[in-house]
């Protein structure tokens, strides 16, 4: 469901060092962009890596800033859409158990996350992580990629056993903590970074970029209008319920739910033009009544046209 963006693997320890003096903190990041701040755990592990306990947050709508560390999250509840603008990487998933999301050090972007959503997150130094990938690539400087709302069961479940001890705040479980820190760092290593990318668990099925490409263009050239599955399907030479189920594979959303998405941000793109009327703007997206198109804006931006247009 999502596509990866690789990083230069010829990454010096110097250029860390200047992205950790000129990033936020990442708890500090987090703690920023989320209604309720990560619940950390009071331990600091080697290399300063810290650990969150679950805790749920709602939605958020927000630009994150570059890192000072890496973020590995996983997730507990039922699922939620979320979605990554970052330069030119646009990544879509859902936020289900046994995936998991990893921001690289030093990355911005814009999120979009629908909540309330369960957690528990890992903050990883760069350091920490390059000590583990010394030991198999001979020193060799390595770099995390993007994942949102990636399928690894592995990783999520060494992040669910580290929350569990980050809960019970005992001493004694320092050595299990440090040696399973050291496990997911290795799963990210042959996994997630410049030398190593896991296939999901099962053969993609979904669409081609181009057919992606191909029926967003067409949702966004007419928004104004109804649209039905079955004139999708044919774009791209499909039964409607082939286009159903690879749409949703390649995308991590429905049909509907992304001509939803096409139509709010077509919306808040007219919003920053304080002369159209609120109603003309639904129209033009596709709502007939402006109680209706209120409605799906909250909950897709968290807010209602109205407050997003007084926050510009």
Same mark, same amino acid.
């Given at each position: 469901?999502?596509?990866?963006?690789?990083?230069?693997?010829?990454?010096?320890?110097?250029?860390?060092?200047?992205?950790?003096?000129?990033?936020?903190?990442?708890?500090?990041?987090?703690?920023?962009?989320?209604?309720?701040?990560?619940?950390?755990?009071?331990?600091?592990?080697?290399?300063?890596?810290?650990?969150?306990?679950?805790?749920?947050?709602?939605?958020?709508?927000?630009?994150?800033?570059?890192?000072?560390?890496?973020?590995?999250?996983?997730?507990?509840?039922?699922?939620?859409?979320?979605?990554?603008?970052?330069?030119?990487?646009?990544?879509?998933?859902?936020?289900?158990?046994?995936?998991?999301?990893?921001?690289?050090?030093?990355?911005?972007?814009?999120?979009?996350?629908?909540?309330?959503?369960?957690? #528990?997150?890992?903050? +990883?130094?760069?350091?920490?992580?390059?000590? $583990?990938?010394? *030991? @198999?690539? !001979?020193?060799? &400087? %390595?770099?995390?990629?993007?994942?949102?709302?990636?399928?690894?069961?592995?990783?999520?479940?060494?992040?669910?056993?580290?929350?569990?001890?980050?809960?019970?705040?005992?001493?004694? #479980?320092?050595?299990? +903590?440090?040696?399973?820190?050291?496990?997911? $760092?290795?799963? *990210? @290593?042959? !996994?997630?970074? &410049? %030398?190593?990318?896991?296939?999901?668990?099962?053969?993609?099925?979904?669409?081609?970029?181009?057919?992606?490409?191909?029926?967003?263009?067409?949702?966004?050239?007419?928004?104004?209008?109804?649209?039905?599955?079955?004139?999708?399907?044919?774009?791209?030479?499909?039964?409607?319920?082939?286009?159903?189920?690879?749409?949703?594979?390649?995308?991590?959303?429905?049909?509907?739910?992304?001509?939803?998405?096409?139509?709010?941000?077509?919306?808040?793109?007219?919003?920053?033009?304080?002369?159209?009327?609120?109603?003309?703007?639904?129209?033009?997206?596709?709502?007939?009544?402006?109680?209706?198109?209120?409605?799906?804006?909250?909950?897709?931006?968290?807010?209602?046209?109205?407050?997003?247009?007084?926050?510009?």
């Amino acid at each position: 469901m999502s596509s990866v963006n690789n990083m230069n693997p010829n990454v010096t320890a110097e250029r860390h060092d200047q992205l950790h003096s000129s990033h936020r903190d990442a708890p500090d990041e987090i703690s920023r962009v989320v209604d309720r701040p990560p619940l950390l755990a009071p331990v600091v592990l080697r290399g300063d890596t810290r650990l969150t306990q679950r805790w749920v947050h709602g939605g958020f709508h927000d630009y994150q800033n570059g890192l000072s560390g890496h973020v590995v999250m996983t997730y507990y509840s039922a699922p939620q859409n979320i979605h990554l603008r970052a330069g030119p990487t646009r990544l879509a998933s859902r936020t289900q158990p046994g995936s998991i999301t990893l921001i690289p050090e030093g990355h911005d972007g814009h999120w979009d996350i629908a909540g309330p959503i369960e957690v #528990s997150h890992v903050y +990883l130094t760069h350091e920490r992580l390059q000590a $583990c990938a010394d *030991l @198999i690539t !001979g020193g060799k &400087s %390595i770099e995390l990629i993007y994942r949102v709302g990636f399928e690894d069961s592995t990783a999520a479940r060494i992040q669910e056993l580290l929350s569990h001890e980050a809960a019970l705040g005992d001493p004694s #479980s320092c050595l299990f +903590l440090e040696q399973a820190i050291d496990l997911l $760092c290795m799963q *990210l @290593i042959r !996994g997630h970074s &410049s %030398i190593g990318a896991l296939p999901t668990s099962t053969p993609r099925r979904g669409l081609a970029g181009w057919q992606v490409k191909r029926v967003t263009t067409y949702m966004r050239d007419h928004l104004d209008q109804e649209i039905g599955l079955q004139e999708l399907a044919t774009l791209v030479g499909l039964s409607r319920f082939h286009f159903c189920t690879a749409f949703r594979m390649a995308t991590g959303y429905t049909p509907h739910e992304w001509l939803t998405v096409q139509r709010i941000e077509r919306a808040k793109a007219f919003l920053r033009n304080p002369k159209l009327p609120i109603t003309d703007i639904a129209l033009t997206v596709g709502y007939q009544t402006s109680s209706a198109f209120a409605a799906t804006f909250r909950k897709i931006a968290g807010v209602t046209p109205t407050e997003f247009r007084r926050s510009l």
